[in-house]
């Protein structure tokens, strides 16, 4: 499996920027796909997870009603728009595949090389 994520860059506070993911390898239709990010000295976080459907999405608190996720299985892609943006969101966006969820916890099983996304206040 290959996740390639791309869109990431500089945007002012308040901007929007959308990211993509590419998935290869296999077909991943019934896998939960989504979103995490990593800030400088953070931990991985999650960000956002779309099941295989599309009918069931997932967000962090801190990304609820600004960040939009979908996901088009034709193409193998996932997709993230980020409205409202502010310089918190600043963090490596990577895309994930064969997501699980341990309580409120979320887990990726594949990984995407991550995009940069720096908003500026």
């Known amino acids: 499996v290959q996740l390639q994520a791309s869109g990431g860059g500089l945007v002012q506070a308040g901007g929007s920027l959308g990211l993509s993911c590419a998935a290869s390898?296999?077909?991943?239709?019934?896998?939960?796909m989504g979103w995490f990010r990593q800030a400088p000295g953070s931990e991985r976080e999650f960000v956002t997870g779309i099941s295989w459907s599309g009918g069931d999405t997932y967000y962090a608190d801190s990304v609820k009603g600004r960040f939009t996720i979908s996901r088009d299985n034709a193409k193998n892609m996932v997709y993230l728009q980020m409205n409202s943006l502010k310089p918190e969101d600043t963090a490596v966006y990577y895309c994930?595949?064969?997501?699980?969820?341990?309580?409120?916890?979320?887990?990726?099983?594949?990984w995407g090389q991550g995009t940069q996304v720096t908003v500026s206040s």
């Open positions: 994930a595949a064969d997501m699980t969820s341990y309580g409120s916890t979320w887990r990726g099983g594949y």
């Open positions: 390898g296999r077909t991943l239709l019934r896998s939960v």
